[in-house]
């Protein structure tokens, strides 16, 4: 799965020399976070979903500590 695109780096402990840098493809933080041992129907999704209260202001560029 691809959310987004990272930054250009060089892989850590590549398997072979010579490896080139590479695309990896987050490069932020993920919350709320679930893992079921089912697929969720369409409906079970959207009712997660919709559970969810923001408490906070939504932002479109969070600032991020560094």
Do not use: C
Request: aromatic fraction near 10%.
């Amino acid at each position: 799965m691809k959310i987004g695109k990272g930054k250009k780096r060089r892989p850590v402990d590549p398997v072979r020399k010579n490896t080139f840098p590479d695309f990896y493809a987050f490069d932020g933080l993920i919350d709320e976070v679930r893992i079921y041992d089912v697929a969720l129907t369409t409906g079970q999704m959207a009712q997660s979903f919709s559970n969810v209260k923001l408490t906070y202001k939504e932002r479109h560029e969070p600032e991020m500590d560094r």
